[in-house]
């Protein structure tokens, strides 16, 4: 099947589409659509950017419109046909606008009951009678031990983004919300990865599912281009500094692996005179939900995250991705990279690498460590280093007799301190 049309989907739904102007299905989306119309169960591992929002959006929108058109439509407060179970507060705004898009033909009604906010929000979003409830787990099992909200007339239940869903309890959680609905009704679940809560929920709830997987899942899609940064005596900023002059199209996500080195780089950043927004756990959601607003509207281009920001959010201006800081697996790494490049679109990924991450670049590159290890050495097979001047910056002489930068020795720097560093030629690019 290569067109919509040829799904059987209904005739306002295909409306919307070329209004939008969506008319290719991709492959994840030619693979699972027929299955989920047909009521079979999914499991469906693709990888990002790739359409799953919209893969089990239509065969949603299509089953319960036509129910809504036979005569049969929803009449009861709270009592939902169909559950997307979402990891998070903003992936969950996410595929919110994506369902609006295509409701405003078909008149159904998108409910959300999302963790993020207060429990009193919850409860009047599920007053009166609409058809999609969507839902992250946690607070979806709260309004269920109050009784506020009653699952009899469910006929399809989505888990998108399952990998995501790293609760201690997410697996409790999602037994109790299938156990609540009737029996062999459809289930769909899509990921990017099949981690291991991922395959304990397959395990679990999916064993008479069809597991559908894209030919490029587990891998960066072609649109990408990568470059690998040599860093030398791990000296990250001279190289940095040089990426942030670039103006590539789009907005960059920087990623840090640690809360603390993502408040530090961004520091440092807007020191040099950069403007930049941080996003990561641990801070204030509205000032989190604020500066990823800032960022997704271009009014600045730069974001620093950790790995809060490689799953989930679909930021299509996104055209060039850094790891400051490499992650240890493969896994995560492909989350990141999954930023940019999206639905087609070129993209940049820049990994800033050390000796301590020829691991993973082996596996990327497809080279031995040992091989690797030689772009750290120079034509003699002696070990490169920086410069003097970028290892040890000049820096005001204390009063003592030490001559020790004060960063080294817990004094405060002066007023006006600025360590200068200037890129030399040999920190050298990985080709």
């Excluded at 419109?65 to 407060?77: L, Y």
């Excluded at 993502?262 to 604020?290: N, P, T, W």
Aim: aromatic share 6%.
């Amino acid at each position: 099947m290569n067109t919509f049309p040829d799904f059987g989907l209904l005739p306002s739904l295909i409306k919307t589409l070329k209004t939008l102007k969506i008319y290719t299905p991709t492959e994840i989306q030619r693979n699972a659509i027929p299955l989920l119309m047909s009521g079979q169960s999914v499991v469906g591992v693709s990888e990002t950017g790739s359409g799953k929002t919209l893969t089990y959006a239509l065969p949603i929108l299509h089953l319960l419109k036509s129910f809504e058109n036979e005569g049969n439509s929803v009449t009861e407060a709270a009592m939902p046909r169909a559950i997307v179970l979402v990891p998070s507060r903003d992936l969950g705004e996410q595929v919110s606008k994506v369902f609006k898009q295509y409701t405003h033909d078909t008149r159904l009604r998108v409910r959300p009951v999302l963790g993020g906010t207060t429990f009193e929000q919850s409860r009047r979003s599920i007053e009166g009678a609409f058809e999609i409830l969507l839902a992250t787990p946690g607070r979806l099992t709260q309004l269920m031990e109050k009784d506020l909200i009653n699952f009899s007339d469910v006929r399809m239940i989505v888990f998108d983004e399952a990998d995501q869903m790293l609760d201690d309890g997410f697996l409790t959680e999602s037994e109790m919300i299938v156990k609540a609905c009737p029996d062999d009704i459809p289930l769909a679940l899509f990921s990017a990865t099949v981690s291991k809560r991922v395959q304990e929920l397959m395990t679990s709830l999916f064993e008479k599912a069809e597991v559908v997987r894209s030919s490029g899942a587990g891998k960066v899609v072609k649109t990408l281009k990568t470059k690998n940064e040599t860093v030398i005596d791990g000296l990250r900023w001279p190289i940095f500094e040089k990426l942030l002059k670039q103006k590539p199209e789009g907005g960059t996500i920087v990623f840090t692996n640690t809360r603390e080195q993502c408040d530090k780089l961004a520091a440092e950043i807007e020191k040099k005179g950069f403007a930049c927004v941080v996003y990561r756990g641990e801070m204030d959601k509205g000032q989190r939900r604020s500066n990823l607003n800032s960022f997704r509207k271009g009014e600045v281009n730069l974001l620093v995250s950790t790995d809060l920001a490689a799953r989930g959010l679909d930021l299509d201006h996104v055209g060039r991705v850094i790891n400051f800081h490499l992650p240890q697996d493969m896994e995560n790494y492909l989350h990141r990279a999954g930023r940019t490049a999206r639905a087609g679109k070129e993209g940049l990924v820049v990994n800033l690498v050390t000796e301590r991450d020829l691991n993973l670049i082996a596996k990327l590159e497809g080279k031995g460590v040992k091989e690797l290890k030689t772009r750290f050495k120079d034509k003699n097979g002696k070990r490169l280093h920086a410069p003097e001047e970028l290892r040890k910056p000049k820096v005001a002489k204390a009063k003592t007799k030490s001559a020790k930068p004060a960063q080294e020795n817990g004094a405060k720097a002066k007023p006006g301190f600025k360590p200068k560093f200037k890129p030399k030629s040999q920190a050298r690019s990985f080709t």
